[in-house]
């Protein structure tokens, strides 16, 4: 007689640890690790929530194996066990409720926060996320490959010591090695790239390592994407494949998520079929073609499910073996308690988005802007929870907007700049809020309405050629056209990219209207810039607004003459 599996029905795993349940709270980047990237009373009291909340295993948000680069300035470290008390508080907290807790590991490769990350960022091969304002990464070599398979084994070891029941190794969501896995990401020729089986080599790698840094009883699980939603990229079919390779090591469970940060299916937008819609979770189908290839490895699935019939029929169905929550558990901290105590439940889900017109929403990026601004949204919660207080589903977008400026432009900056002097941190502050801004908001927006079709001479587009690169770089500027050329202003002196660019190959085009000029920049450093950013206003009654946004962002503006040599 076969046995009726539940949501409650605890689960073995092939480590010999039992999961007291089928759900799990899974990884939910949470942004609040200290100055020295460590976890502090805000996790602990974050962490008490969940433990109250009867899941079966909690997943903790990705922590980084190399402060060097980080996914956003909040992240916690974990590199060596100078903060191990602190790490062992965390541990203990969710374990205090009765939940295993295992510690989601993480490199973000070219996905790193650019202004976090001292250098340019790393990747399997120097090819760009197609997000504006992220920068191209360099292609790491051999020796630094190697040298982060280690930082995984190392960091793993730690979290057992700390007392963690398990990792998780980050291998979705388009971070470093779901970069390895992807044919888009990954253009090596040697035996990280090219075959499947080669691309796949790194996480593998991985997998070996970190199995022989911790004991046997220790859990070991990866979250792997379907597919990164990507043409060309990392497909359902490879995804088999590497599923099959993975189920040989010593795995103990195999979470499926998809997507990435240019195709952000985890964030609730992947298109989906009408079945997949009555059965809630998004990759739920995909998990039932790799139940065979998975062999005895069990499998969780996370993305969509919101109700308690569509979570027990998923369980009872064999699709998954654990059903995952993320999003769901921000705004009900304790989601599996209520789930599994009331079979009519219902998850609250809230998705934010930009209010545009809706010729502007279909676009890529007011996609990844959508995105972005809901991940951080989410994020503002756990900071409400981590402050001792509660979720709010009625905050505002925008003040998440705000949040997210000063905790990605300022905050994380704060305990690097202990040697400069007040003016110099003023200097410093106005330059990352001012970056932040323009990669973040301006870049996006510029972009997206460009692209319906939406130009004004104010807000244009100038193309240099990066330095290092000899790529062509595309930044949105304002400018102030004349019969002869045009007028930029270089807010930052020549501290900014595109501003070293010219200095290094004065040859530019500039947008005008619908046509691209031709031209030669020059910085004019006795032109009278106060002066100079009035005329850029696109009607006289707006010049003094227009000066006032400039100062509040400049910190040594010079200005820019583009003379046309196409005429």
């Known amino acids: 007689m076969t046995k009726t599996v539940s949501l409650s029905t605890p689960l073995d795993l092939p ?96 996905q790193a926060n650019p202004i976090t990350t001292d250098g340019p960022t790393v990747a399997p091969s120097a090819v760009k996320l197609d997000i504006p304002g992220i920068p191209t990464p360099r292609e790491l070599t051999d020796t630094e490959i190697r040298d982060i398979i280690e930082r995984f084994a190392v960091s793993a070891g730690i979290a057992e010591v700390a007392g963690f029941d398990g990792v998780q190794i980050h291998g979705a969501h388009g971070y470093l090695i779901s970069q390895f896995l992807s044919p888009l990401a990954n253009k090596r020729s040697d035996r990280w790239g090219g075959s499947t089986a080669n691309r796949a080599r790194f996480v593998l790698e991985i997998i070996r390592r970190v199995r022989e840094a911790v ?25 088999r494949t590497v599923v099959e390779m993975i189920a040989a090591e010593r795995i103990d469970l195999i979470e499926i998520s998809g997507g990435s940060y240019e195709s952000p299916a985890m964030m609730g ?123 709010d589903p009625h905050r505002s977008l925008w003040r998440t907007a705000i949040t997210t400026v000063r905790r990605n432009g300022v905050d994380a900056f704060r305990s690097q700049r202990g040697h400069l002097g007040t003016s110099d941190k003023k200097a410093v502050r106005k330059f990352r809020i001012e970056r932040a801004v323009g990669r973040y908001i301006a870049n996006p927006v510029v972009a997206s309405l460009t692209r319906v079709g939406i130009t004004t001479s104010f807000a244009t587009e100038l193309e240099t050629i990066g330095r290092r690169t000899g790529r062509r770089r595309t930044v949105p500027v304002s400018a102030a056209f004349d019969e002869t050329g045009a007028w930029v202003i270089s807010q930052h002196g020549a501290r900014s990219g595109w501003a070293n ?29 106060a002066k100079r950013v009035r005329t850029f206003a696109p009607n006289p009654v707006f010049a003094s607004l227009t000066a006032a946004s400039f100062r509040a962002l400049q910190s040594d503006p010079v200005s820019v003459r583009i003379s046309f040599t196409d005429r």
């Open 15 to 110: 480590c010999g640890q039992i999961l007291p349940n089928r759900i799990m709270k899974s990884a939910l980047s949470e942004g609040l690790g200290t100055a020295h990237h460590a976890p502090d009373v805000r996790l602990e009291r974050l962490y008490a929530r969940w433990a109250a909340g009867d899941y079966g295993l909690i997943v903790t948000g990705n922590a980084m194996v190399d402060r060097r680069y980080l996914g956003e300035p909040g992240n916690v470290v974990l590199e060596n066990d100078s903060e191990l008390d602190a790490f062992q508080r965390w541990a203990k907290t969710a374990q205090d409720g009765g939940s295993p807790i295992w510690m989601q590991l993480n490199h973000p490769g070219r």
């Open 501 to 529: 660019n010219i200095s290094a190959n004065p040859a530019v085009h500039i947008k005008q209207g619908r046509q691209w000029r031709s031209g030669t920049a020059a910085f004019v450093h006795d032109d009278d810039v």
């Open 215 to 239: 004991g046997p009883g220790f859990a070991v699980g990866i979250k792997l994407n379907s597919a990164d939603f990507q043409r060309g990229g990392f497909s359902e079919e490879e995804s």
């Open 269 to 391: 937008r992947p298109a989906v079929s009408a079945r997949t819609r009555d059965r809630e979770a998004y990759f739920l189908d995909y998990a039932e073609t790799i139940r065979e290839v998975a062999a005895a490895v069990p499998l969780a699935v996370t993305g969509g499910f919101r109700t308690h019939t569509g979570m027990a029929d998923a369980i009872a169905s064999g699709a998954c073996d654990v059903v995952g929550l993320g999003r769901p558990t921000v705004l009900a901290p304790n989601a599996a308690q209520g789930v599994m105590a009331d079979t009519s439940a219902t998850l609250p889900t809230t998705q934010r988005s930009v209010k545009l017109p809706r010729r502007l929403t279909g676009t890529a990026q007011v996609k990844a802007l959508n995105g972005a601004l809901d991940l951080q949204w989410h994020t503002d919660q756990l900071h409400a929870m981590g402050a001792g207080g509660d979720p």
